[in-house]
T-cell receptor
Framework: IAGITQAPTSQILAAGRRMTLRCTQDMRHNAMYWYRQDLGLGLRLIHYSNTAGTTGKGEVPDGYSVSRANTDDFPLTLASAVPSQTSVYFC????????????FGEGSRLTVL | AQSVAQPEDQVNVAEGNPLTVKCTYSVSGNPYLFWYVQYPNRGLQFLLKYITGDNLVKGSYGFEAEFNKSQTSFHLKKPSALVSDSALYFCAVRDMDTGRRALTFGSGTRLQVQP
């Protein structure tokens, strides 16, 4: 089934380590997003990309970086993980930046100790 | 700035009864409004959206939402709740008239339907 694939599903890592969360979509969507979900706070946008080769900052970008080398892949990197980055991370995509309907991956649960 | 408020952390309703999940929004321009549902350990799924036109929007699984501009609300409704509707529901907004394209989500409302 076409959609968004995220990896890993779950990860525990030590503070200070580098971590990359992978996201791949096969719907040829132009826009992609990374959100984090925290209890009581809903989903907050970390970074987004409106098209391959461009990225932008969301509400909570500090400590995270992204790249968009091609249409399908949008990895999220934590250069030096901290405990406050413990969260569930969702990758999403939409046909264009103007299309509000987002398609979400299943999420990556990250625990930073 | 755009924002969304979901005033209820949890809504409890008996199966067969009507349900309402509340959402209010704030945008400087015209709103583009959405409801998403999240089942346990899954990503969010699109339910319905409002852009323009009829204030009552119908979506998936028998859900509908009513846009009220004067009250800046977009409440989610269903005439008869099912146990399988139990999930986490998120309202989201985008301001159609500003440069910001990404959706802003509310904090979510947990719907519990009792048999």
């Amino acid at each position: 089934i076409a959609g968004i694939t995220q990896a890993p599903t779950s990860q525990i890592l030590a503070a200070g380590r580098r971590m990359t969360l992978r996201c791949t979509q096969d719907m040829r969507h132009n826009a992609m997003y990374w959100y984090r979900q925290d209890l009581g706070l809903g989903l907050r946008l970390i970074h987004y990309s409106n098209t391959a080769g461009t990225t932008g900052k969301g509400e909570v970008p500090d400590g995270y970086s992204v790249s968009r080398a091609n249409t399908d892949d949008f990895p999220l990197t934590l250069a030096s993980a901290v405990p406050s980055q413990t969260s569930v991370y969702f990758c999403a995509s939409s046909l264009t930046e103007n299309t509000g309907e987002l398609f979400f991956g299943e999420g990556s649960r990250l625990t930073v100790l | 700035a755009q924002s969304v408020a979901q005033p209820e952390d949890q809504v409890n309703v008996a199966e067969g009864n009507p349900l309402t999940v509340k959402c209010t929004y704030s945008v400087s321009g015209n709103p583009y409004l959405f409801w998403y549902v999240q089942y346990p350990n899954r990503g969010l799924q699109f339910l319905l959206k409002y852009i323009t036109g009829d204030n009552l929007v119908k979506g998936s699984y028998g859900f509908e939402a009513e846009f009220n501009k004067s009250q800046t609300s977009f409440h989610l409704k269903k005439p008869s709740a099912l146990v399988s509707d139990s999930a986490l529901y998120f309202c989201a907004v985008r301001d159609m008239d500003t440069g910001r394209r990404a959706l802003t989500f509310g904090s979510g409302t947990r719907l519990q339907v009792q048999p």
